[in-house]
């Protein structure tokens, strides 16, 4: 099975349903764990087979800058593609990325879930069906309004009455000529393509993926969510990954449940946290009582 080995993973959205979260940096940039969400991505990727990201930008993208100063994750390339004065949307940051991504088949990944799907399936899926797109979908987890007959996408948003059944992941393969369907320099969205592929019998294909995990974490509530669910799932060493060396600790703190500590945060005396995500550099008071919330870094909750 032939590989393919160029991701482009959207990293420009405005993050709005995180609101004050996202301030200060673009919301694949949240720490999960105490690193960005977006490096999970690209792990996902990298298991499968990929070798390059391009990765679109918009809001606050020097955090990117920030984040992989050498452009690189684990060897792999990254190519950072900017988008201004608008974001424009999947489709339209598909298009204007359209020459970093070489004229092969590519994934595309949102780069604001966190999955451990098992790809080689859709890859599979997508080289022997000869479909232009092939969508990743989940028949759980989230809104039920794509509808898929014997591999391929029939309805959006029951926009041709066929209703829905099967969740989008966010993760698709991607052949080059589709690129030829999106308007240059425009602000779209990839469901009025994807509605015209079905209108006029074009391949636009899905897969329904069930096994592993997938979460979209557009809220806060879903953003701790996804760390309760780790913790549970996670053994051992790994647990050790959630209070960051240099984290300062007083020696009687308590620290119980999902609770993640980043790289040089304070904690005072006599704290005591249940279920919190505390990101790099921010302070805990002495004697604070905090469950299910998240302290972020100073000058974060400032608005843009």
Request: hydrophobic share 45%.
């Amino acid at each position: 099975m032939r590989m393919i080995r160029t991701a482009f993973v959207l990293g420009a959205g405005l993050g709005t349903r995180l609101k004050a979260l996202t301030a200060r940096r673009p919301k694949p940039l949240i720490p999960v764990v105490n690193r960005p969400l977006i490096t999970y991505a690209f792990d996902h990727l990298l298991g499968a087979g990929v070798e390059r990201f391009v990765v679109n930008t918009h809001w606050r993208a020097e955090a990117y800058n920030a984040a992989f100063p050498d452009k690189t994750y684990r060897g792999a390339p990254i190519e950072f593609v900017h988008e201004s004065p608008l974001v424009l949307e999947t489709a339209g940051g598909i298009k204007n990325a359209e020459a970093h991504l070489r004229g092969g088949p590519f994934w595309v990944y949102n780069g604001d879930i966190l999955s451990t799907l098992p790809l080689e399936a859709a890859l599979q899926v997508h080289h022997n069906s000869g479909n232009e797109v092939t969508l990743i979908l989940r028949s759980s987890g989230g809104e039920l309004n794509v509808a898929c007959e014997q591999g391929r996408i029939v309805d959006l948003r029951n926009t041709f009455g066929r209703g829905g059944g099967f969740l989008f992941t966010g993760i698709a393969l991607v052949n080059p000529e589709f690129l030829a369907r999106i308007p240059a320099a425009t602000v779209i969205g990839v469901v009025p393509i994807f509605c015209e592929m079905i209108r006029t019998g074009a391949k636009l294909g899905g897969v329904v993926i069930d096994e592993g995990e997938w979460w979209d974490l557009g809220t806060p509530e879903q953003y701790l969510a996804v760390h309760r669910a780790r913790w549970k799932s996670e053994v051992g060493s790994r647990k050790s990954e959630w209070i960051a060396t240099g984290a300062h600790l007083a020696a009687d703190v308590r620290i119980t449940g999902a609770t993640a500590i980043g790289a040089r945060a304070h904690i005072g005396a006599g704290a005591r946290l249940h279920d919190c995500l505390v990101w790099e550099d921010a302070a805990v008071a002495p004697g604070a009582v905090l469950e299910n919330c998240v302290v972020p870094a100073p000058g974060e909750m400032v608005g843009p």
